[in-house]
């Protein structure tokens, strides 16, 4: 399973964006993806609102399973945020890939540093 950072489909969804080529590559992996709810909500916060439906539609053609976060879940992602000094939409990244023993995508050099000094299998 491969947990993407937003920033992967970001650059997938822009034919134009440097990195399109490098997201094209990660998202047609064979591999399961995965994003955490965050996360998609990230993604759909500026375009308007046909674009959030093609967001829902691009999840549905990838098979990327969103991950809901549940009130179970608090201290553990607290404890990620707080050993990994990142963000929360990173350390929910880095959560997630810990928790299903993944590989973290992303084009975010500092969240790729974390998720190796956490011996998380990386991709980029």
Do not use: Y
Not at 52 to 60: D, E, P, Q, S, T
Not at 72 to 100: F, H, T, Y
């Amino acid at each position: 399973m491969i947990v993407l950072d937003s920033c992967i489909l970001i650059a997938f969804a822009e034919p134009t964006n440097v990195l399109h080529e490098d997201a094209k590559r990660i998202l047609t992996t064979t591999e399961s993806l995965a994003i955490t709810a965050l996360s998609g909500a990230e993604i759909m916060v500026h375009p308007p609102q046909d674009q959030r439906r093609r967001w829902r539609n691009l999840f549905r053609a990838l098979a990327i399973e969103v991950v809901p976060i549940a009130a179970d879940d608090m201290e553990d992602i607290a404890n990620m945020r707080r050993i990994s000094g990142l963000k929360m939409p990173d350390a929910l990244v880095l959560w997630l890939a810990q928790r299903r023993q993944a590989t973290v995508a992303s084009f975010d050099r500092q969240l790729l540093n974390r998720a190796t000094q956490l011996g998380l299998r990386t991709v980029h």
